[in-house]
Every structure is written in structure tokens, then in C-alpha cells.
């Protein structure tokens, strides 16, 4: 079975607002959790790393005061992309893991911002 | 920083047939590299992880071999069947002598294997 859940798996929002998604890790605790976005027809581009009990380290280019994360627990984090607008429209996906455990991957979550 | 490519970019073969997807990395100095298999609209699912200290790995029908000179692994698939039609991703780590953690992917192979 899954063991990272991502939710929601689809979400279309209005331009303006903000779009909460979830990354959690089922049967693990995650000390980290990345988060990527993938543009149609494009790879997998990596955004952050979420680290448990402190802030995220950015990838350079990606606007942290736009792509909020938190990673409260060991077994939660989270991505909220604020005033989304449609060039935010992209495929999130997470993934999760531990040092002596393999990257696990969520089922990702489809935005569509209007 | 590292740049990961994949050759060919598409492939439609007939069932039955044996493949080999191409991935090159700039940035050697590496602790692994994996391979990943991704359905339309979903995730990735991890198929074979070689360490720097190894040559290749096998699982099943999958070979995936690793030259961490030239900077190059392929991933070989025996006797294509039509289940194996996704995108197949190679990665490899961004940091320097991670063992886990930031992976920077190449765009991908859409394989698609016809009866």
C-alpha cells in the first residue's frame, strides 16, 4: 500500500486565493519531505526541502513567500501556495523519507488555478 | 549543479521486445542514481536504485547499470510487455555525496509498448 499520501489529488482554485495540500507519511516518520512541481510534457523540478521542526530550504528561483511550507510532525508536512495565479497551474507531488529509509513518493496533486 | 538528460525522449515498440533507455549526468561526483516509473497523472514509483559503489542492479525484467566516469546509466527492460508503457525517470542527487535526499530528474522517456 501507499506509504505517502498526498491530498488533495485534484484542486481547482480562483486566482487570488490560496490552496493548502498535504504530504504525509503512513507507516514512517519523515524527518524530511521534499516538495516538486511538474509542468506538462516537462521532469519533475525540485522546490523545497521540508525539514521537520525548522524551515524549508528553498531551491533557488522559488519564491518562499509563495510557496508556504510546514513540517510540524514527523509525519506532516505541508504546502500552501498563496494568491495562486493560473501560471501556478502544475502537478505537486512530495515525497518522503528518512536516512535509513528509500524516498517514497505521494500520488501527486493536479492544481488548476481559473 | 547537476543536469540529468534522457534519451530518447519517446519510444513505441512491439511487444516482446528488449529496450534500453539512456541517462547521462554532468555532475559525477555522486552517491546513487535511480530510476523511477510514472503513470499518467500519478506519482513515481521507484524501480532500482544503484549506489556509486556498484555497476548495475537488477530487478525482474529490469538491468540498470551505472558509469559514473562517463557519466551514464541505462536502464534495460527484457521482453517489453504492454503493462510497461509509462514515462521511465532517471535521477540523480543534487547535493554533492548525498545519499538521500534532493533529486534532480531528467524529462523522462514515454515508453509505449504496443500488442
Known amino acids: 500500500g501507499a506509504v505517502v499520501s498526498q491530498h488533495p489529488s485534484r484542486v481547482i482554485c480562483k486566482s487570488g486565493t490560496s490552496v493548502k495540500i498535504e504530504c504525509r507519511s503512513l507507516?514512517?516518520?519523515?524527518?524530511?519531505m521534499f516538495w516538486y512541481r511538474q509542468f506538462p510534457k516537462q521532469s519533475l523540478m525540485l522546490m523545497a526541502t521540508?525539514?521537520?521542526?525548522?524551515?524549508?530550504?528553498?531551491e533557488q528561483g522559488v519564491e518562499k513567500d509563495k510557496f508556504l511550507i510546514n513540517h510540524a510532525s514527523l509525519t506532516l508536512s505541508t504546502l500552501t501556495v498563496t494568491s495562486a495565479h493560473p501560471e501556478d497551474s502544475s502537478f505537486y507531488i512530495c515525497?518522503?523519507?528518512?536516512?535509513?529509509?528509500?524516498?517514497?513518493f505521494g500520488n501527486g496533486t493536479r492544481l488548476t488555478v481559473t | 549543479k547537476q543536469e540529468v538528460t534522457q534519451i530518447p525522449a519517446a519510444l513505441s515498440v512491439p511487444e516482446g521486445e528488449n529496450l534500453v533507455l539512456n541517462c547521462s549526468f554532468t555532475d559525477s561526483a555522486i552517491y546513487n542514481l535511480q530510476w523511477f516509473r510514472q503513470d499518467p497523472g500519478k506519482g513515481l514509483t521507484s524501480l532500482l536504485l544503484?549506489?556509486?559503489?556498484?555497476r548495475e542492479q537488477t530487478s525482474g525484467r529490469l538491468n540498470a547499470s551505472l558509469d559514473k566516469s562517463s557519466g551514464r546509466s541505462t536502464l534495460y527492460i527484457a521482453a517489453s510487455q504492454p503493462g510497461d508503457s509509462a514515462t521511465y525517470l532517471c535521477?540523480?542527487?543534487?547535493?554533492?555525496?548525498?545519499?538521500?535526499?534532493?533529486?534532480?530528474f531528467g524529462r523522462g522517456t514515454q515508453l509505449t509498448v504496443w500488442p
Open positions: 515525497s518522503a523519507g528518512d536516512w535509513n529509509s528509500p524516498l517514497h
Open positions: 544503484i549506489q556509486s559503489s556498484q
Open positions: 521540508s525539514n521537520e521542526g525548522s524551515k524549508a530550504t528553498y
Open positions: 507507516d514512517f516518520q519523515a524527518t524530511t
Open positions: 535521477a540523480a542527487p543534487a547535493d554533492r555525496g548525498s545519499t538521500l535526499g534532493r533529486l534532480y
